[in-house]
């Protein structure tokens, strides 16, 4: 029997306030889950309003269509990666949207659900796959890569500095077998640490994401859909976005900075007087979570939110 989302949403009440929802608007959940946040969207939506989720995760589909079935709102739920919002949203006919929402990283089902292989707390086949049916997972990753790919992906993705030890040390136990498991990949992540540093975090946290963001693609993935979704807001639109971890935190900063920004041709000696950023920033600092919530939650903890809108058509 598959388990089902019970996922604590993460700045609920600074997302709902952030997207200054309006009754028959349309809004897009462009990471559904367990519907936890879209639920409480449509609390805010008359009949009229419009939810659409995505989610490359045939089980979040399933529960968010579960928790959903009595809104009184339209919705609909596309069972695909964010990367295809544009594509999507046109088969529905849709031009333009109220808001958006991107909450990013692994759910807590993804990593409580033991065979999924995203927890490096559990015993379980490498996978990490966010979506079932792709073809590359965590074991590929780990027995076919090269020595220089792998030690790049985990200092990039992972911001690891015992990375090209890790990496070196996976190349030469693979020559023997293959590594299948995740605790036979933490135990060569822990045998790669000095002692010393095996008392702070979990050694494996680092190389474990670094996998599964290279295994779902996920940073090149979001810069598109980001854009993406700033062309399909609406005047008057906001974009708000959840990020767990400094890459991610990094791109949406860029990208929210540049669309805020009046750019600049540097051949032409003064801006015009009427030029206006067509987006502005609703928070320059991220919004982090309560004391509250990180009592409730746990998982909360690297959260960081960031809103823009957008002001100007173009």
Same mark, same amino acid.
């Given at each position: 029997m598959k388990k089902m989302?019970?996922?604590?949403?993460?700045?609920? #009440?600074?997302?709902?306030?952030?997207?200054?929802?309006?009754?028959?608007?349309?809004?897009?959940? $462009?990471?559904?889950?367990?519907?936890?946040?879209?639920? #409480? !969207?449509?609390?805010?939506?008359?009949?009229?309003?419009?939810?659409?989720?995505?989610?490359?995760?045939?089980?979040?589909?399933?529960?968010?269509?579960?928790?959903?079935?009595?809104?009184?709102?339209?919705?609909?739920?596309?069972?695909k990666n964010f990367s295809y919002l544009k594509d999507e949203l046109e088969k529905l006919g849709i031009k333009k949207i109220d808001g958006i929402l991107f909450d990013l990283g692994v759910s807590s089902v993804q990593l409580d659900t033991k065979d999924r292989g995203f927890s490096y707390r559990e015993d379980a086949r490498l996978d990490m796959r966010m979506d079932t049916s792709?073809?590359?997972?965590?074991?590929?990753? !780990?027995?076919?890569?090269?020595?220089?790919?792998?030690?790049?992906?985990?200092?990039?993705?992972?911001?690891? #500095?015992?990375?090209?030890? !890790?990496?070196? #040390?996976?190349?030469?136990?693979?020559?023997?077998? =293959?590594?299948?498991?995740?605790?036979?990949?933490?135990?060569?992540?822990?045998?790669?640490? =000095?002692?010393?540093?095996?008392?702070?975090?979990?050694?494996?946290?680092?190389?474990?994401? $670094?996998?599964? !963001?290279?295994?779902n693609q996920e940073l090149e993935v979001l810069k598109t859909a980001l854009k993406d979704a700033l062309d399909l807001l609406k005047v008057g639109g906001r974009c708000c976005v959840i990020t767990f971890h400094s890459l991610e935190d990094r791109i949406v900063k860029e990208i929210f900075n540049e669309a805020s920004t009046v750019s600049w041709n540097k051949n032409q000696p003064f801006l015009l007087t009427d030029e206006k950023a067509k987006f502005k920033l609703i928070n320059k600092k991220p919004i982090l979570p309560s004391d509250k919530e990180l009592e409730e939650n746990n998982r909360s903890h690297s959260a960081k939110l960031r809103i823009i809108e957008r002001v100007m058509e173009g």
């Amino acid at each position: 029997m598959k388990k089902m989302f019970n996922h604590y949403s993460v700045l609920l #009440k600074e997302v709902l306030e952030g997207l200054n929802i309006k009754q028959d608007g349309i809004y897009v959940d $462009a990471t559904i889950g367990g519907a936890g946040h879209s639920s #409480k !969207i449509c609390e805010h939506l008359s009949e009229s309003g419009h939810l659409i989720g995505f989610d490359q995760d045939e089980v979040a589909i399933e529960a968010s269509r579960q928790k959903l079935s009595n809104s009184s709102p339209q919705f609909n739920l596309i069972h695909k990666n964010f990367s295809y919002l544009k594509d999507e949203l046109e088969k529905l006919g849709i031009k333009k949207i109220d808001g958006i929402l991107f909450d990013l990283g692994v759910s807590s089902v993804q990593l409580d659900t033991k065979d999924r292989g995203f927890s490096y707390r559990e015993d379980a086949r490498l996978d990490m796959r966010m979506d079932t049916s792709s073809n590359l997972d965590a074991y590929q990753v !780990i027995n076919t890569y090269p020595l220089e790919k792998l030690s790049k992906i985990f200092f990039v993705y992972g911001e690891e #500095k015992y990375g090209n030890r !890790i990496a070196s #040390k996976i190349v030469e136990v693979r020559k023997n077998k =293959p590594i299948e498991t995740t605790f036979e990949l933490v135990d060569i992540i822990k045998s790669c640490y =000095p002692k010393k540093d095996l008392r702070d975090k979990h050694p494996a946290k680092k190389v474990f994401q $670094a996998i599964r !963001i290279e295994v779902n693609q996920e940073l090149e993935v979001l810069k598109t859909a980001l854009k993406d979704a700033l062309d399909l807001l609406k005047v008057g639109g906001r974009c708000c976005v959840i990020t767990f971890h400094s890459l991610e935190d990094r791109i949406v900063k860029e990208i929210f900075n540049e669309a805020s920004t009046v750019s600049w041709n540097k051949n032409q000696p003064f801006l015009l007087t009427d030029e206006k950023a067509k987006f502005k920033l609703i928070n320059k600092k991220p919004i982090l979570p309560s004391d509250k919530e990180l009592e409730e939650n746990n998982r909360s903890h690297s959260a960081k939110l960031r809103i823009i809108e957008r002001v100007m058509e173009g």
